[in-house]
């Protein structure tokens, strides 16, 4: 790279990641955006692949105009060489070489003082190298999924899963669906779902709808989220998808495939009331119970976490200098959020990659944004939670831990036979956690069933990484090439 340019390189090509990207490429930073997926636009705006010529993907959308935007800018800054897009990356660990940055001077970017360490296509074999001055982290979040009876039929999906093969593939997984949990992503998957021609036969959500009327003033503030959810209250009604609030599944039901699900109501401690299950026949559960910040790359630089967030200042940067966070990494709060919280990011670091200080005036419509939202999620998490006694739910057969195939009884062994009183003495003693996933699925679960606070888990590396990989890191003819 031939660029004198300061050099920042974004990861996550998701809201805040394309936001962050934009703000920096227009304020003279070479950016080098990477993402693992085949096409830029993260979750929230997943494209179908091309192949399928999808005829109206908005349909699937919402604030279409705004992804549009992204995407027209993002395509200005890659063709005049402001940014390259490296797609297909998946991004294992960013090392920080700590004596350039501690000794450069103030107002002097130090050149390479990151590489970003990652692994291409879907084979995830080949390694690639991106070297660059500052990292932008906007790596958004992933699902919870506690665990209950039959939670591992075939035909039990997230909520999110769900909604990804809709999105990316225009495909679904069955004919009937229920969508159940809790949270605002129901809504989204429910309709899109329906729209889809999928019979919704029930969105189940666990939250009580009293609970919103004690968040009144806070949701009032942003009637454009309200106007949204009234939206998708008319859609549920015009495809007749019946809602079942205070609500939990209590089992699913099937051998080669699911069959049916059985709900039941909830009382005002969250325990489900004896009585009042019911059957309801469906191939497809597609379930969710709120989403959890990635924060593996965070944790691997040493930034500090706030409880499960990475804790940023008012420019979003971290405390560790030339890392800047944003997005649902730094908390959960939808797209609206990390489009404001990634233009902040992005012309901070640009303003201080090439030695000015930033002026907060250019962002503070976004940082009003943000404020607002930041009020708005936080009333909405007090809402939407999970059952109180969603661990009663789990029996001892159940399978907490899908990758190591560890049940609830194995668990429950742990704490009350063995003492065990934290995830990690749990993992050492009945391997929860030690599959594939590393703990990102199982570990809210073990946490509830040991009744301790869920705690990052520091890993070394984000994903798994070939020894041979790890063998050739630092070599340097692998830093990727441009695409």
Known sequence: ???????????????????????AAAHGVHVTLIDSAARAGGQFYRQPAAELNAGRPQALHHQWRTWERLKDALAH??????????????????????????????GDADRNAFTVHALLGPEQETPAEVRADAVLLATGGYEKVLPFPGWTVPGVLTAGGAQAMLKGTLAVSGRTAVVAGTGPLLLPVATGLAAAG???????????????????????????????????????????????????????HGDERLEAVTVATLDTDGRVRPGTERRIACDTLAVGHGMLPHTDLAETLGCRL???????????????????????????????????????AGRS????????????????????????????FAALDTVYAPPARWT???????????????????????????????IRTVKLLTRAGMGWCQGRMCGPAVAGLAGCELTPSRRPFARPVPLGVLARAGEPESEAEPE
């Not at 990641?17 to 934009?22: M, P, S």
């Not at 800054?77 to 350039?100: C, P, S, Y």
Request: hydrophobic share 45%.
């Open 77 to 106: 800054h890659v063709e005049a060489g402001h940014v390259r897009l490296l797609t297909d990356h998946h991004v294992w660990l960013v090392e920080r070489r700590l004596n350039q940055w501690l000794n450069q001077r103030a």
């Open 1 to 23: 790279m031939t660029d004198d340019r300061p050099h920042l390189a974004v990861i996550g090509a998701g809201p805040a990641g394309l936001a962050a990207t934009v703000a």
């Open 198 to 252: 999928v019979e919704v036969a029930a969105l189940v959500e666990s939250a009580d709808p009293k609970a919103f009327v004690r968040r009144t003033r806070a949701l009032a503030a942003q009637p454009g989220k309200v106007a949204e959810g009234a939206q998708y209250a008319a859609q549920l009604l015009r495809h007749r998808v019946r809602l079942l609030t205070r609500h939990t599944v209590v089992a699913a």
């Open 392 to 422: 009663d739910l789990v029996t001892d057969d159940t399978v907490v831990c899908r990758c190591e195939e560890v049940t609830g009884g194995a668990v429950r062994e742990a704490v009350d036979g063995l003492g065990a009183g934290d």
């Open 349 to 376: 670091a640009a303003a201080r990659l090439n030695g000015t200080e930033p002026d907060p005036r250019t962002w503070a419509p976004a940082a009003k944004s943000r404020t607002k939202l930041r009020e708005f």
């Open 306 to 344: 706030d409880g499960i967030d990475v804790q940023v200042d008012d420019e979003q940067r971290t405390d560790v200098p030339g890392v800047w966070a944003a997005g649902e990494t730094t908390g959960i709060g939808g797209a609206a959020l990390s489009l404001a919280e990634g233009h902040i």
